[in-house]
């Protein structure tokens, strides 16, 4: 018979040796999770419709995040402002209780003025010209200082081009515009140009329109072509002015607590799931715009201005304005129309 307290020894050894091994060591699962592998319940929130591109941008990135992390990634939609105005969204990505949300640049640049670049009245030719000046430096540099405001800018995402649509008689001429109360989703520099042709232009989010242009408080409003379809604007206003005064754009945001705590390898799905979906986005903004006006073809009159140049020539005043007080926006400018 062996002798107990070698024995004993023994095992006590072998316990100690198995510990220490167990304490400098990783099991299959904290690994995992180190890697990246946790489950998330994302949230996304947005002030349009169901029907409007947005929302189809939304589900594509909802597919994205689910394909692309294996299904460990799924996003919850909150079209039509379910979850509050954009102030609330803001406030809910800054705490973390809100994961994404699409942001309109009028609305932002209530918070960040740099942002007001987009704002300005004839900048861009068309939805294609708008599109290109999202790569540029001063537009990327406009993305970073949403970090004050505890977002982080993933990237643009365009609605279409604005137009006015009216409830009676269209503006086809600068003299149209005078006593005209036109709302508009606000952001300064476009506010301050209308306001210079005589009108009396309101800034009032997209909820309240409906009403308001129903019930005559405002007589017509600036709006893209898919939001006319999405928001049934067609049902209480008939003449539609092809101004293409302004791209309406918007930022895609994620809560920056939430993106910077994430694993560098889920931080890199999001992006490349974003970067996948907006470009997948905008090719089918550049489609609708043509078939959407095809269809308001059917449902109301469509104008162009008879004298466009003129409202060009005004615009350039309000340009060089912004650009004279502020830097960025200047190098915006500049860089836009070198483009």
Do not use: C
């Given at each position: 018979m062996k002798n107990p307290k070698k024995m004993f020894g023994m095992i006590l050894m072998s316990a100690v040796l198995l510990l220490g091994a167990c304490g400098n060591s990783k099991t299959e699962t904290d690994v995992a999770t180190a890697e990246g592998e946790s489950t998330y319940n994302f949230k996304m929130s947005y002030v349009t419709q169901t029907?409007?591109?947005?929302?189809?941008?939304?589900?594509?990135?909802?597919?994205?995040?689910?394909?692309?992390?294996?299904?460990?990634?799924?996003?919850?939609?909150?079209?039509?402002?379910?979850?509050?105005?954009?102030?609330?969204?803001?406030?809910?990505?800054?705490?973390?209780?809100?994961d994404f949300a699409i942001l309109t640049v009028p609305y932002l640049s209530t918070r960040v003025p740099e942002f007001d670049a987009w704002n300005l009245p004839f900048l861009?030719?068309?939805?294609?010209?708008?599109?290109?000046?999202?790569?540029?430096?001063?537009?990327k540099e406009m993305?970073?200082?949403?970090?004050?405001?505890?977002?982080?800018?993933?990237?643009?995402?365009h609605a279409g081009t604005h137009n006015l649509l009216l409830k009676e008689e269209p503006i086809k001429v600068m003299d149209d515009v005078n006593g005209k109360?036109?709302?508009?989703?606000?952001?300064?520099?476009?506010?301050?140009?209308?306001?210079?042709?005589?009108?009396?232009?309101?800034?009032?989010?997209?909820?309240?329109?409906?009403?308001?242009?129903?019930?005559?408080?405002?007589?017509?409003?600036?709006?893209?072509?898919?939001a006319i379809l999405s928001e049934k604007y067609y049902e209480?206003?008939?003449?539609?002015?092809?101004?293409?005064?302004?791209?309406?754009?918007?930022?895609?945001?994620?809560?920056l607590a939430n993106y910077d705590n994430m694993p560098e390898n889920d931080r890199k799905i999001i992006d490349e799931a974003f970067t996948s979906s907006v470009k997948w986005g905008t090719e089918q903004l550049l489609i609708n715009d043509v078939e959407d006006e095809k269809e308001l073809k059917e449902l109301?009159?469509?104008?162009?201005?008879?004298?466009?140049?003129?409202?060009?020539?005004?615009?350039?005043?309000v340009h060089e304005e912004y650009a004279n007080n502020n830097e960025l926006i200047k190098e915006f400018i500049d860089t836009v129309k070198k483009q």
């Open positions: 029907g409007h591109n947005w929302h189809k941008f939304a589900e594509k990135f909802k597919e994205e995040l689910d394909a692309r992390s294996d299904g460990r990634m799924k996003l919850e939609l909150f079209p039509a402002a379910q979850l509050g105005p954009e102030a609330d969204m803001v406030q809910q990505m800054s705490s973390g209780s809100l861009f030719e068309d939805l294609e010209a708008a599109v290109a000046a999202t790569e540029t430096a001063p537009a993305l970073g200082l949403l970090e004050e405001q505890g977002i982080k800018g993933l990237g643009y995402l109360k036109l709302r508009f989703t606000g952001g300064a520099a476009v506010l301050d140009f209308w306001k210079g042709l005589g009108s009396s232009p309101i800034a009032m989010g997209l909820p309240e329109v409906y009403n308001a242009l129903q019930t005559g408080v405002i007589d017509g409003l600036s709006i893209d072509k898919n209480i206003a008939e003449n539609y002015v092809l101004t293409r005064h302004m791209v309406f754009g918007g930022v895609v945001a994620s809560s109301i009159n469509i104008y162009e201005l008879d004298n466009r140049d003129e409202f060009i020539e005004e615009a350039k005043k």
